[in-house]
């Protein structure tokens, strides 16, 4: 049948199950929204406050449903207003589609109203990118742009739409979407016998869990394995959720802020398995004395990964949940009592802990652990505060910690809390800030509130820009340069302000009553949390050092 280029839009997103998309309109995109407003019934459109807030709102729903989020934006700075979004879902792997319209074909290149090259733009920060410029081929594009968002390592893709193609006439046939095969070619008997023999040998083996075993739905074959490796078990920050963290196993997150055990058992161990990781920076510290000792035996969908930043002894390329499927097939049960009972002493000797008086950003964490450990989501903006987030809660399943971590994106949280809510609305979910973050994106509380959200932001309030602050404590001799917020800016009147129900919290016992409060409202609810802008995130990996020169308070 005969369909204009944003019916076949319309059409093909229902092909590939979308029910929700986030945007915000303008002019290029008239004709696509005006084919929404027709179809309301079968695709829920979610108006943000800001293009940004879209892309990460698509963001949030991809992570946290597994499924591919979708956000549209017009031409010109609607377009570019998702640049942000889109290299924060590429650095961390998450699926998404990104649908832009530009101006007529004709007026490509003219520098005409509201024009810009979103493909070149968008090109380093794509999977892929397409700008269709030809109707005959939308239907075609845009189920090749679902298929590469979740193929294989996922990531965001972009479609730009000229308007005149929106507007013009071709043929479309349903096409039901084409399920989506596990990477399983390089996955070979004799590269699984290569890996089970580094198993079998090693005395001292520890497992490395990354974002790439939540993003493979691994976590069952995951724990099959750790159990019968028996090792411990630390993660990244983008790991969180793949293995228990209340198992007796499990020593805590690696790296920069990882704990002292997980660092120094790690620095000690004679064989890594690393699942699903990148050994980014932030994990490894120097890398020339990370893991030295250790054989390294890597689990990737991604070949780029391997021997980027750590030189691998066994690398099994391929979907990590098939590769411990069949490892696990063939892995004798193992036993390690010894080394076991050495990482529990460096679990028991080195704790973390905090010894802030009063109200801080860690007891806060433990409180909401206390009083809502199931069928939540915690999300965390970028700083002291996410570190805090990931060391101080036991995330026990996949999917339920999401935070921006290759990119690092101060303002991500709201927007992607909002697209989680919405994805997920039997869970209660809980966006970590600190007030530099939400003052970046704050303008998403009215989005979350005109959804009537019962969604909780709360605001690790320390009126300093966080981890910058402490970075210019220990190494910059304390020339705060320009982190202190000392304005004036009222979170509450500003929460109540969109609608939200908002309260400022300066004691523990103020944060349990207003949290639990929180946790009965019906609509978006703020709480404002006033802590010591000197307290910092410990343990810590100085900048340069080993991974095993790690400190806390103490030592300093």
């Not at 805090?388 to 990119?407: D, H, M």
Request: contains cysteine; hydrophobic residues 40%; proline residues 4%.
């Amino acid at each position: 049948m005969q369909l204009t280029g944003a019916e076949i839009v319309i059409e093909c997103l229902k092909e590939q199950g979308v029910d929700t998309v986030f945007g915000y309109p303008g002019g290029a995109i008239l004709n696509v929204y005006d084919e929404l407003y027709k179809h309301a019934d079968e695709i829920k459109h979610v108006l943000v406050s800001h293009e940004q807030g879209a892309s990460h709102a698509a963001d949030g729903y991809a992570r946290s449903t597994g499924k591919v989020g979708v956000c549209l934006a017009t031409s010109g700075p609607g377009a570019t207003n998702l640049v942000t979004g889109i290299a924060t879902a590429l650095m961390d792997s998450v699926p998404m589609v990104a649908i832009t319209c530009n101006v007529g074909v004709p007026l490509l290149g003219k520098d005409s109203f509201q024009e810009i090259d979103i493909r070149g733009i968008t090109t380093p920060i794509t999977k892929h990118n397409f700008i269709v410029k030809d109707v005959h081929q939308l239907a075609d594009v845009l189920r090749r742009a679902f298929r590469i968002a979740k193929t294989g390592r996922p990531g965001p893709v972009l479609v730009d739409i000229p308007k005149d193609v929106t507007g013009a006439l071709a043929e479309y046939t349903f096409t039901p979407a084409i399920e989506v095969e596990p990477v399983t070619d390089q996955i070979t008997d004799d590269v699984i016998e290569d890996a089970l023999q580094l198993i079998c040998d090693a005395k001292h083996p520890y497992v490395f869990v990354g974002g790439g075993a939540i993003i493979a739905n691994a976590s069952e074959e995951l724990r099959t394995f750790v159990k019968k490796l028996d090792a411990p078990v630390c993660d990244s920050l983008m790991g969180k959720g793949a293995f228990d963290g209340s198992d007796p196993l499990y020593t805590g997150m690696l790296g920069m802020h990882g704990t002292k055990a997980s660092n120094l058992g790690v620095s000690e161990c004679d064989l890594l398995v690393a699942i699903g990781t990148r050994f980014s920076d932030r994990v490894i510290g120097n890398a020339s004395q990370f893991a030295k000792d250790a054989k390294i035996l890597q689990f990737d969908v991604d070949p780029a990964e391997i021997n980027k930043n750590i030189q691998t002894d066994v690398a099994v390329i391929g979907d990590v949940k098939e590769i411990l499927k069949k490892i696990n097939e063939k892995m004798p049960q193992l036993s390690h009592p010894l080394w076991l009972a050495h990482v529990a002493e460096l679990k028991e000797k080195y704790p973390l802990f905090y010894s802030y008086e009063g109200l801080s950003g860690p007891w806060m964490i433990e409180e909401i652990y206390r009083q809502k450990k199931d069928d939540v989501i915690i999300l965390a903006e970028v700083g002291q505060h996410q570190m805090w987030a990931a060391q101080y809660y036991k995330y026990a399943k996949p999917r339920t910690f999401l935070t921006s971590g290759g990119l690092g994106t101060m303002g991500f949280g709201l927007g992607a809390s909002i697209g989680a809510q919405i994805g997920n609305p039997d869970k209660q979910v809980i966006n970590i800030a600190g007030d530099g973050c939400f003052r970046m994106n704050m303008n998403e509380l009215a989005t979350a509130v005109r959804q009537q959200l019962p969604l909780i932001e709360i605001i690790v309030n320390n009126s300093v820009l966080g981890m910058v602050h402490q970075w210019q404590g220990l190494f910059y001799e304390k020339r705060y340069s320009h982190t202190i917020l000392n304005d004036s800016v009222d979170y509450v009147k500003l929460a109540e302000a969109m609608g939200a129900e908002a309260v400022r919290v300066t004691t523990r016992e103020e944060f349990t009553e207003a949290f639990a409060k929180a946790l009965e409202s019906k609509v978006p609810f703020v709480m404002d949390c006033v802590v010591n802008s000197d307290d910092n995130v410990w343990p810590m990996v100085a900048p340069g050092k080993a991974i095993s020169d790690v400190v806390d308070e103490t030592d300093m």
